[in-house]
């Protein structure tokens, strides 16, 4: 069993700054892939950031500049970088490990950022 759990969330003003950690614990398990998705109030779960082995990272067009992925050597902790944020960057943010026997990954718990002054 592998449970992951973010942390780092909080209340911060517009353009300021957060950093979101997604720590994995658990069973060993092979991660392909680490992505971060947001579901804000009312809207649907989306794709914002995502690192693979290799270290190559996509983003979603709306963060892209703004937040950056990162994960540890061990591929058991993955980072959310996020700065210039904007009342629109609120919602609760979910990080998602992938693995080769488990199409549908891993999930957090989600995280709450709430961007407003």
């Known amino acids: 069993q592998v449970q992951l759990v973010e942390s780092g969330g909080g209340l911060v003003q517009p353009g300021g700054s957060l950093t979101l950690s997604c720590a994995a614990s658990?069973?060993?398990?092979?991660?392909?892939?680490m992505k971060w998705y947001r579901q804000a109030p009312g809207k649907e779960r989306e794709f914002i950031a995502g690192?693979?082995?290799?270290?190559?990272?996509r983003y979603a067009d709306s963060v892209k500049g703004r937040f950056s992925i990162s994960r540890d050597k061990t591929m058991r902790m993955a980072y959310l970088q996020m700065s210039s944020l904007k009342p629109e960057d609120t919602a609760a943010y979910y990080c998602?490990?992938?693995?080769?026997?488990?199409?549908?990954?891993?999930w957090g718990q989600g995280i709450r950022v709430t961007v407003s002054s």
């Open positions: 690192i693979v082995g290799g270290g190559i990272t």
């Open positions: 998602n490990f992938n693995t080769p026997f488990k199409p549908e990954g891993y």
């Open positions: 658990g069973s060993q398990i092979t991660v392909t892939a």
